[in-house]
């Protein structure tokens, strides 16, 4: 039976389009519509803000804009945002969604990454990544660099948008039964609860000696978004290995690239997003970029073993990580329909198959 409830797969958000239930004044780019998700482009002008806001009711983010702007530039030919700053910059896409889809928004991979706060607003909205349902107007980008200055430009992809229609998250129940035919996680016995299947941290790798982590260099140079394999890695980041303890003391203010050990598999009818493990716990802060898209780690695609590289950051005390300590949780929600092309299907699936890995921005070791 067809499901009625569900994530919007390719083929729908291409029908979205076709629609004008997402209006944008230039043409997709090939690879922008992923297997379960849009990827959401920077428009022409960026404005540095004194301060993070939300609109709230009644209110336009070009209404709270006027105030709060500093100064605006244009990104046609690219600018640096620097580290410490907050910009907002309006998208090229706009929507006027059917009254029964509404959507949500993160960071992509590669943003999360790189420490690049985002988060998507929209007009009268009162929370962050949030679209309500049948939501018509534009959407803004606010942008703060954490660690690394970089370079954007107009048509620059920081951040994607899920659509769905109706309640797709699984339940505990309906989770523990997709696991035992699935194989969500590699683990003996996953602990299942909240809503999602726990992940965990990996600080033994392959044992004494072997790497287990990045710790983001400050003070670099800028890096350009839009670049593959441009810069070497210990200009931007010092590595962290395994002296024999398994743990990991984390410093405020610092930056941190782990990995899940489990490996992890998005079956290719459902679609996956990481979430905090507790919240209320308050020392750290887990996974900028948060949806896996359907085939993530699917065998049929080349994706065996792969892992969740997350991104971490202590707030205002230090914090020991240990081997094993629970992270953050994997929550599952089903497809609307099988999509066309599955994650790893195409050069564009930067991260199938990955273990501890950076950005796609820097080059492997030689």
Request: charged share 20%; hydrophobic share 40%.
């Amino acid at each position: 039976m067809q499901p009625t409830t569900g994530i919007l797969a390719d083929s729908a958000i291409a029908d979205l389009h076709a629609n004008g239930a997402i209006l944008t004044g230039k043409a997709f780019d090939d690879d922008q519509i992923q297997p379960a998700s849009l990827d959401l482009r920077l428009g022409a002008l960026a404005y540095r803000v004194r301060a993070s806001f939300l609109p709230g009711p009644g209110h336009t983010v070009k209404d709270k804009l006027d105030r709060l702007k500093l100064h605006e530039f244009e990104l046609s030919e690219g600018a640096v945002l620097e580290t410490g700053c907050v910009y907002m910059v309006p998208l090229l896409e706009s929507l006027n969604l059917p009254e029964m889809v509404s959507a949500s928004t993160n960071p992509k991979s590669s943003t999360g990454r790189l420490d690049i706060f985002t988060r998507v607003l929209t007009d009268h909205g009162q929370e962050f990544d949030q679209i309500p349902l049948g939501y018509e107007g534009p959407l803004w980008l606010e942008i703060s660099p954490r660690t690394f200055p970089i370079v954007v430009k107009t048509g620059s992809r920081l951040s994607q948008i899920r659509f769905r229609q109706g309640t797709s998250q699984l339940g505990e129940n309906e989770l523990r039964v997709l696991h035992e035919s699935e194989t969500l996680v590699a683990a003996d016995n996953p602990n299942v609860s909240g809503g999602g299947i726990a992940l965990s941290i990996d600080l033994e790798g392959s044992g004494k000696g072997s790497l287990v982590g990045y710790r983001g260099k400050h003070h670099t140079a800028v890096v350009n978004v839009d670049r593959k394999a441009e810069y070497d890695i210990d200009d931007f980041w010092e590595p962290i290995y395994n002296r024999g303890s398994a743990d990991l003391i984390l410093d405020p203010d610092e930056f941190y690239i782990l990995v899940s050990r489990e490996a992890v598999h998005v079956p290719p009818m459902h679609a996956a997003e990481m979430t905090p493990f507790d919240p209320l716990v308050g020392e750290f802060r887990v996974h900028y970029a948060g949806f896996f898209d359907p085939g993530f780690g699917h065998a049929g695609v080349g994706g065996t073993g792969s892992r969740a590289v997350l991104e971490v950051r202590s707030h205002e005390v230090p914090f020991i990580l240990e081997h094993g300590q629970i992270v953050g949780r994997l929550v599952y929600e089903r497809m609307l329909t099988l999509p066309q092309r599955l994650y790893g299907e195409s050069l564009a699936s930067n991260y199938q198959a990955q273990g501890l890995k950076l950005s796609k921005h820097f080059r492997a070791p030689e």
